[in-house]
């Protein structure tokens, strides 16, 4: 069973840049999460998608952030400017039905390094 | 938020101890999750947890849900090299989304 794919595995780039990361999930998983992990923390979840649906982005820094999932499927989370504080790993995660504490299977992540 | 700390922040052991960590809050949680991460990956789920003083095994693992619904530990018996990584506790109250602690970082010494 193919796992959680995430694209670019590296990226940097100088403050005030866009970057985007991609996430396919696995086949078949409705939920879609992207967490925000910043070196010597535990991943912090910034949005779950349902379907291609939003079921909380409480923690989504709306002014610079943003993220899709148009058909439900894969996805992509957009930083536009990004700041030095954003530098960190995002993880891209799946589970079949987002329900309460259902096993999420992770993706290596991007590490992305703001100059 | 809710906030998880774990204890120690980091252990330097040999191969072949025993290790024994631990996941604590404030808050009265449903879940348990024990999760680790390699270098360079994403997290991996070890162990699962659903009841208060629920004790469970994997392998050389062993993980326990605190009666208080506030803690929980990890302890792996006998160290190989392949465990080196960082431990996450993770759980949540009802479908309240995941809340991960801060991490436990393994090192074995040669």
């Known amino acids: 069973e193919a796992g959680v794919a995430q694209s670019p595995r590296y990226k940097i780039i100088e403050k005030r840049q866009s970057v985007a990361f991609w996430c396919n999930p696995i086949?078949?998983?409705?939920?879609l999460y992207w967490y925000q992990q910043i070196l010597g923390q535990g991943p912090k979840l910034l949005i779950q998608?349902?379907?291609?649906?939003?079921?909380?982005d409480s923690q989504l820094p709306k002014d610079r952030f943003s993220a899709e999932r148009l058909k439900g499927v894969d996805s992509t989370l957009k930083i536009q400017p990004a700041k030095l504080e954003d530098s960190a790993v995002y993880l891209c995660?799946?589970?079949?039905?987002?329900?309460?504490?259902?096993?999420?299977?992770f993706g290596s992540g991007t590490q992305l390094s703001v100059l | 938020g809710q906030q998880l700390n774990q204890s120690p922040q980091s252990m330097f052991i040999q191969e072949g101890e025993d290790v024994s960590m631990n996941c604590t809050s404030s808050s009265i949680f449903n879940t348990w999750l024990w999760y680790k991460q390699d270098p360079g990956e994403g997290p991996v789920l070890l162990i699962a947890l659903y009841k208060a003083g629920e004790l469970t095994s994997n392998g050389r693992l062993t993980a326990q849900f605190g009666i208080t619904r506030k803690d929980s530990f990890l302890n792996i018996s006998a160290s190989i090299p392949s465990d080196v990584g960082i431990y996450f506790c993770?759980?949540?109250?009802?479908?309240?989304?995941?809340?991960f602690g801060t991490g436990t970082r393994l090192t074995i010494i040669p």
């Open positions: 995660a799946s589970s079949l039905n987002g329900q309460g504490a259902e096993k999420l299977f």
């Open positions: 086949s078949g998983h409705a939920t």
């Open positions: 993770a759980s949540n109250f009802g479908n309240e989304k995941l809340t």
């Open positions: 998608f349902q379907n291609n649906g939003v079921v909380d």
